[in-house]
């Protein structure tokens, strides 16, 4: 009897050291795994933070060139109907245009936009001093209508692709609400169309 129960005494220790074995296999794997995860881990954060420096920094950027373009503009006005009669006379019909405006701001540049085609009159960029006589430009810009010589020329601003296909958008709902009431007067004042008051009965 003696001799069965140091049998079962020896079979249980052995299973006990089994079951241990069996637990420090686990626990060593289930380390490894975490170690494992945490390294990926780390470096998924990493590239994470990267993509989101680079995203960042190319925000940043389009943002910087957003501004510079916006100031370049803001020095510039755009001028259409502009008879095409060479380019060295470009400059002096451009500040003849501008004086019928009542102005003689210093020209920094002008040079037409565009290729040149047989019976078009491509428009000018003109680029002033500043973004202030650009503003008194525009403000003046209506005085051309009195003058004979230039009433087709228009000026505007200098405008971006987005700009300008908003301020079609604006000019073709002018034409309607013209066509559609002729007895009342309407003007574009900043991005909408509105009733001029002296035409309000």
Do not use: W
Request: glycine fraction near 6%; include cysteine.
């Amino acid at each position: 009897q003696n001799q069965l129960i140091e049998a079962k005494d020896e079979q249980v220790m052995k299973l006990q050291e089994a079951v241990k074995g069996e637990v420090r296999t686990v626990q060593t794997e289930m380390k490894t795994f975490a170690s494992v995860l945490q390294k990926d881990l780390k470096s998924q954060t990493k590239e994470v933070k990267s993509a989101a420096s680079v995203f960042n920094a190319k925000k940043v950027g389009e943002a910087v060139k957003q501004v510079v373009e916006k100031e370049e503009r803001g020095k510039n006005v755009i001028m259409y109907g502009v008879p095409e009669e060479g380019d060295q006379l470009l400059e002096a019909c451009v500040a003849g245009v501008l004086e019928k405006a009542g102005q003689k701001p210093r020209i920094s540049e002008c040079c037409r936009i565009g290729v040149r085609r047989d019976g078009a009159v491509r428009p000018v960029k003109v680029t002033l001093s500043s973004s202030s006589t650009v503003v008194e430009v525009l403000r003046n810009a209506k005085m051309l209508r009195d003058a004979e010589d230039c009433r087709r020329i228009f000026i505007c601003p200098d405008r971006t692709v987005e700009q300008r296909k908003a301020q079609k958008g604006l000019v073709d709902q002018l034409k309607k609400m013209r066509t559609d009431h002729p007895d009342r007067r309407y003007r574009i004042r900043g991005d909408q169309v509105v009733l001029c008051e002296d035409s309000v009965p």
